[in-house]
């Protein structure tokens, strides 16, 4: 696994690593009721073309997560790949649940992602130890 504090490396994850992370974040951002499912899935398994996906049911709080292999990873690259930001990433999607849509073609849609991705990077910075929460 790469160096946890050098976000210009890739952070890797296995299957049991996301599941604890997954652990750990349930009860920091408010879904330890939650049951959450993590995949790590290859690009042509994956339900659409993103680092990272999540479909929820809020009725009995249950979620899947999936996130692309690192071997897949170039293919969609925009900076190096972080698994644990994906996740907590996607985590947060249930949370906003009653305003978020599977389409993003929206501009309220588009500001939602944008928002989700800002906290989800802003957490994971925060856990890490480092200083500086913003880009």
């Known amino acids: ?3 946890m504090h050098d ?13 604890r992370l997954c652990e750990y974040w349930k009860t920091r951002i408010g879904l330890a009721d939650w049951e959450f499912a993590i995949r790590i899935k290859r690009a ?6 993103s680092q990272g996906d999540c479909h929820w049911k809020l009725s009995n709080r249950q979620a899947v997560i999936q996130i692309i292999d ?12 972080d698994m644990e930001r994906s996740l907590v990433h996607e985590m947060l ?19 939602l992602e944008q928002a989700i991705e800002s ?16 880009p």
């Not at 976000?7 to 599941?19: R, S």
């Not at 042509?44 to 073309?49: G, L, Q, T, Y």
């Not at 249930?94 to 073609?105: A, I, Q, Y």
């Open 7 to 19: 976000t210009t490396k890739a952070i890797i994850h296995t299957q049991e690593e996301l599941e």
């Open 44 to 49: 042509e398994d994956m339900i659409s073309e």
């Open 70 to 81: 690192p071997v897949d990873y170039s293919k969609h690259n925009m900076g190096e790949q």
């Open 119 to 134: 906290i989800a990077k802003a957490l994971v910075k925060f856990r890490r130890g480092q200083q500086e929460l913003l």
């Open 93 to 111: 999607h249930p949370l906003f649940g009653p305003v978020d849509k599977e389409e993003n073609s929206r501009l309220e849609d588009i500001m």
């Open 1 to 3: 696994m790469s160096d």
